[in-house]
């Protein structure tokens, strides 16, 4: 198994795109979460490494777009049309479970921070 490890966050103008990268093994489901100052960590999007099923947060739906390069062993959150309220840390996660419960995922990448300004 390999420890999550995330990249591709920063600056970003509203309305802006940005494109993050997370290289992992070792389970079979991949999630996207975030966690702005004072909230609680929140499901973004799933993949499973196994076909090609995917799954997102209605806050996202529409805007972002989750996939994989099984080859790599790495999985992309593309972000188009990024809103203030998208600023977060964003983590990606590990898990052999099907679920958006950030408890049932298990290994955690370091979280790389994405800003969204006015």
């Known amino acids: 198994q390999v420890q999550p490890v995330e990249s591709g966050g920063g600056l970003v103008q509203v309305g802006g795109s940005l494109r993050l990268s997370c290289t992992a093994s070792g389970r079979t489901f991949m999630g996207w979460f975030r966690q702005a100052p004072g909230k609680e960590r929140e499901f973004v999007a799933r993949?499973?490494?196994?076909?090609?099923?995917?799954y997102y947060a209605d806050a996202v739906k529409g805007r972002f777009t989750i996939s994989k390069d099984n080859a790599r062993n790495t999985v992309y959150l593309q972000m188009n049309s990024l809103k203030p309220e998208d600023t977060a840390v964003y983590y990606c996660?590990?898990?052999?479970?099907?679920?958006?419960?950030?408890?049932?995922?298990?290994?955690w990448g370091q979280g790389t921070q994405v800003t969204v300004s006015s």
């Open positions: 996660a590990s898990s052999y479970y099907i679920t958006d419960d950030p408890r049932r995922y298990d290994l």
């Open positions: 993949i499973t490494w196994i076909g090609s099923s995917t």
